[in-house]
């Protein structure tokens, strides 16, 4: 459960900095402001943070350089290797968005950067509800991703890949989760959090979701 995805990450750590440093037309549209993106999430964690879906530690390394604590969990082995070998004064663990070590600090962000679209919206729901029971009150939700704003919108995105020949960006937005916009906010307000969202590029989202008293 919540972790189809990663024997392709396995595959793609490798070369995945390449990827979000735009060498790769296919997903350039997708990580447009990548460095920037990351740089406006770690700004906004707050000390002790939790970082799931770490990939590469490009996210974890803004953090650390900002002197707050993190703790990163990140399922795909191939993955960790590079980030630890690129970021060796990090904690980083195995584990995902729902089966992750039970850390004794008290935490006041959970944040996540490309990596929330892995779990279906059961899977989605469920972590949000052990978020709300790990984070301290008025603990916050960081978290950058892909989302749709409506059907019509999912539709326009598929059909302007398939026209531009990018036919694994095309799949993509179909096979995995990436959630609609209000139905998302819904499920972060069932759980107790306010939330917001801000348009970052033509795919991704900043979200941030504040844990009520
Ligand atoms: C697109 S990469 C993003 C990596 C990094 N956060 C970044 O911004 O560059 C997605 C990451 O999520 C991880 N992942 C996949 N399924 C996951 C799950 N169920 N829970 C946590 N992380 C997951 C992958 O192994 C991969 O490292």
């Not at 440093?21 to 740089?39: H, N």
């Not at 004794?104 to 279906?120: D, E, G, K, M």
Request: net charge negative.
């Amino acid at each position: 459960m919540g972790v189809e995805f990663v024997d392709l990450f396995d595959q793609w750590a490798s070369s995945y900095d390449d990827t979000v440093a735009g060498k790769d037309p296919e997903y350039r549209e997708v990580f447009e402001g990548y460095d920037s993106m990351l740089e406006e999430l770690a700004q906004l964690s707050v000390s002790p943070v939790m970082e799931f879906g770490v990939g590469t530690a490009n996210l974890t390394k803004k953090i650390i350089d900002q002197h707050k604590v993190v703790f990163g969990i990140e399922p795909s082995s191939e993955m960790r290797k590079i980030a630890k070998m690129k970021s060796p004064e990090a904690a980083i663990y195995a584990g995902d968005f729902l089966k992750f070590p039970k850390l004794q600090t008290p935490i006041r962000s959970i944040v996540s950067s490309f990596a929330f679209h892995h779990l279906n919206q059961e899977e989605k729901s469920a972590a949000i509800q052990m978020f709300h029971e790990q984070l301290e009150p008025q603990g916050k939700i960081i978290f950058i991703d892909t989302l749709f704003e409506n059907e019509a919108h999912k539709k326009q995105l598929i059909q302007q890949a398939e026209a531009d020949g990018f036919l694994n960006l095309a799949q993509d937005l179909q096979e995995e989760y990436y959630p609609y916009l209000e139905p998302l906010k819904e499920t972060f307000a069932a759980h107790g959090f306010e939330v917001s969202c801000k348009q970052l590029n033509k795919y991704a989202w900043l979200i941030q979701a504040t844990k009520g008293e």
